[in-house]
């Protein structure tokens, strides 16, 4: 079996993930800050030092401000019905996942928010100049959420000149960065970003079930979700602390480890190498594709930043039948179709019936790759 599906869930995980898990659920996974004994404290203890790992990792100063979620959706709407109230205008400049434009189309469909939405160039990157001309509208923007990278094809958004210019026009950020959270360096304390919602199952290598949302001091979202935390019990209305804020009920105390162990093993080999060896993947496999006749590789024309993700059509195959063939005639594993992402197929023009994707991640090796090229050309053939 060959897994390139790594931007769905990274495949397989550092073994020390599911150790860490089976160690938390077996030892000591009481529930964290809900009583007063030596096992409670010691799952909080590790909680802690997970928000620690996580605010190192990104750049954040306090760690409070770390939110545990249960994936990149649920800290996309935590943030989208957080911060936007009724009468705002949110701005989608291109290539958002439907984790952002789903619950952006239920406000603006129950006629609480409008939305700008932007439509990204023919190789899914953002138009920075109609990027600029929607910040400065006279009715400006309440919130602007940007795709970091691209789920479909890799495009990475330049991030620092966005940020600015949302800073420039005090407009808070909303960066999805399920895809390129662990591939390319982030700072929550360098870059203006407001919230920041990553995927613990991806290329931070942790388990499904588990995202967080960097949330920084600057804004203050209402929270999605009312409960227990723990604090405060006597009170009748949610705290206002963070991380109690946005974080109500009991907590995924064993994903929490696994992304904790993940984080270890990102920061051990590094985001850099973490992203090299991924991209020099990739960036055969795309030679090897663009190589083939009769398949159409969705690639910019000139050197732009990508993250390991690539999107293909096999010219005379459906996507679907061709990655059922992948599978069932050379165990390759890919994503086929639509990618929960139509604002990226109609920026690519894959509307019709999407694409095939590939995405390695850090156990493949180039003979993965060699084999895909040549089950594609065989396929293409
Ligand atoms: N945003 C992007 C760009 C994604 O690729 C994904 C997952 O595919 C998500 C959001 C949702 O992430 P999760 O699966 O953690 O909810």
Known sequence: MIYLDNAAGSFPKPP??????????DEYGANPGRG?????????SMV??????????????DSSRVIFTAGATMSLNMAIYGMLKAGDVL???GMEHNAVSRPTADLEDRGIIKVRTLLADHEGYLRLPEIEKEVSAAKRPALLALTHSSNVCGAVAPLAKIAALARQKHIPLLVDA?????????????????????????????????????VS?????????????GNRSEERRHPDFYPDHLEAGSINVPGIAGLAAALDFVKEIGVEEL?????????????????????????????????????LNITKRDPAEAAELLDSRYGICIRSGYHCAP??????GTMEEGCLRFSPGWYNTMDDIEKAGLALAELAR
């Open 48 to 61: 802690e030092s997970a928000r620690e790992k996580v605010a190192d990792l990104f750049g954040m100063r």
């Open 275 to 311: 992203f090299g060896k991924t991209m020099r993947l990739t960036d055969r496999l795309a030679e090897m594709a663009a190589n083939t006749p009769g398949i159409e590789v969705y690639l910019p024309e000139l050197p732009r930043q990508r993250t390991p993700v690539l999107a």
């Open 91 to 93: 701005l989608l400049p």
């Open 217 to 229: 001091d600057r804004v203050d979202p209402r929270p999605l979700i009312t409960g227990g935390t």
């Open 36 to 44: 007063n004994y030596a096992l409670t404290r010691k799952t909080a």
């Open 178 to 214: 399920a895809q390129s959270g662990g591939l390319i360096p982030i700072s929550m304390d360098k870059t203006p970003i407001s919230l920041l919602a990553l995927a613990g199952h991806k290329s931070l290598y942790g388990p499904p079930g588990i995202g967080v949302l960097l």
């Open 343 to 348: 604002a990226a197929h109609r920026a690519l």
């Open 16 to 25: 020390q993930v599911g150790k860490a898990m089976a160690e938390a659920l």
